[in-house]
């Protein structure tokens, strides 16, 4: 009796510790995530400069993971990943015929680490609980590099340049913040999809956050996205403003809206008014020009607009030269610099991250890869999300990709971590659509 008690209570201690073990694990796999969704948008700082190419905490923080995984065998890639790894090989392939290979190289093997971080959100985010986790600390983030945005812009008015790259604003003693990017529009890009989510949040409400979190989340994200000064994330908040409140009103919105404390429709009425002053000021300083300085309107400078309309048309003529056989990423630039004899080299000469990817996959390359995200849109389709537990998060995030999409037509580099990110949790909330709980 004794060796039966004796055998039950170490087999329930056995069960114990394997348990204690698995969550262990379960844990650090969630700290790895963390901390590439935190550190995603750092381009100047905790990077590494190997033989001229820069490595970031993510890239080091993916590699490790994925080795893991890899040797525990527990990787989990998707079936119709297999569209995105034809891309992958005939970016190699191209990237082989290009003048500079090591450059071209080089790109494909960030390539590489971009989607091994994709498998690797989707091998540790796998049930509906741990996807509520996700989400939850994907906008937790943005809450979190706002607040360091905000933080940079107050310090930079008692001369304290935390990090700042563009100290003022068209001669004002207004900081242009970027947080840990290299300047604010690519601050405002990182934002953009988090702004997004979160006032799409707003409107619908949510099953991971309070109605009171969201409203705050929603004030700070808006206030670091407006401070950092960029038009083009201006103009984006105003095309959403525009699309979700003015051309499709939500009348269960406006009825919430009066039913919320006065203190947040205060806090609301308070931030507007300090917008309007500070827009007063810089036109009583500098006129209206100063908006659309850079952008070729009503009789302003195009440095900017000129410019990247002239690169955009420039890559294209890329693509048309040579339609069926790409450049490969990396060799889009190393072909411009060439076409266009621009010396020094320069890595971001092309504009539009599109005409970018048409360009350096060409057709042959680029059929793979539409068909790739066709496979993950393709669980947004009304009939999957309707009844999904996360059925507000879901069009959320797809309303985010699309804007992220719209924001980095006018940039260059789709291997921006954040992006893929974005695409990672995408594909695992997509995938979470399938299961048709209320509660979880």
Not at 311 to 325: A, E, G, M, S, V
Request: charged content about 10%; overall charge positive.
């Amino acid at each position: 009796m004794y060796s039966d008690y004796k055998a039950i209570m170490y087999s329930s201690d056995k069960s114990r510790i394997c348990k204690n073990k698995t969550t262990q694990k379960i844990q650090f796999g969630k700290i790895g995530l963390f901390i590439i969704i935190f550190t995603a948008s750092f381009d100047i700082f905790g990077v590494i400069n190997i033989a001229g190419m820069t490595f970031r905490i993510p890239q080091f923080i993916t590699l490790f993971m994925f080795a893991i995984l890899a040797f525990r065998d527990k990787i989990q890639s998707p079936k119709y990943f297999n569209m995105l790894y034809i891309w992958a090989a005939l970016q190699f392939v191209f990237a082989l015929f290009c003048p500079n290979k090591l450059y071209s190289i080089g790109y494909w093997g960030w390539t590489i680490i971009v989607i091994c971080m994709v498998i690797v959100f989707c091998s540790i985010i796998d049930t509906p609980q741990k996807t509520r986790w996700l989400i939850k600390n994907y906008i937790l983030v943005f809450v979190l590099m706002s607040w360091l945005g905000i933080i940079q812009w107050i310090l930079g008015f008692f001369g304290i340049h935390f990090f700042l790259t563009q100290v003022t604003f068209n001669g004002t003693r207004m900081p242009r913040i970027n947080g840990f990017t290299y300047e604010p529009s690519y601050y405002s890009t990182y934002l953009m999809p988090g702004w997004v989510l979160i006032m799409y949040l707003l409107e619908h409400g949510s099953v991971v956050f309070s109605k009171k979190q969201v409203s705050r989340y929603a004030m700070i994200i808006s206030l670091a996205l407006f401070m950092s000064s960029s038009r083009m994330g201006w103009i984006f908040m105003g095309l959403y403003m525009l699309l979700r409140f003015m051309i499709a009103p939500n009348p269960l919105f406006m009825k919430n809206l009066r039913k919320r404390r006065m203190i947040y429709i205060s806090v609301c009425i308070l931030g507007a008014i300090c917008v309007a002053m500070l827009a007063i000021y810089l036109i009583a300083k500098n006129g209206y020009g100063f908006i659309f300085d850079g952008l070729g309107i009503g009789g302003t400078s195009s440095h900017s607009s000129g410019a990247r309309t002239t690169q955009f048309l420039n890559t294209l003529q890329l693509f048309f030269d040579q339609p069926f056989l790409g450049y490969s990423l990396g060799g889009v630039s190393v072909a411009y610099c060439n076409k266009y004899q621009i010396v020094p080299f320069d890595s971001g000469a092309s504009m539009c991250v599109w005409i970018e990817l048409l360009a350096g996959s060409g057709i042959i390359g680029i059929i793979p890869f539409a068909i790739w995200v066709s496979h993950i849109l393709k669980h947004y389709r009304k009939e999957k999300v309707k009844y999904s537990i996360f059925v507000r998060e879901s069009k959320g995030l797809l309303y985010a990709f699309v804007f992220e999409c719209m924001i980095l037509a006018m940039n260059q580099n789709i291997l921006r971590i954040y992006f893929w990110v974005l695409v990672a949790v995408l594909i695992i909330v997509g995938r979470t659509n399938r299961f048709r709980m209320i509660y979880i």
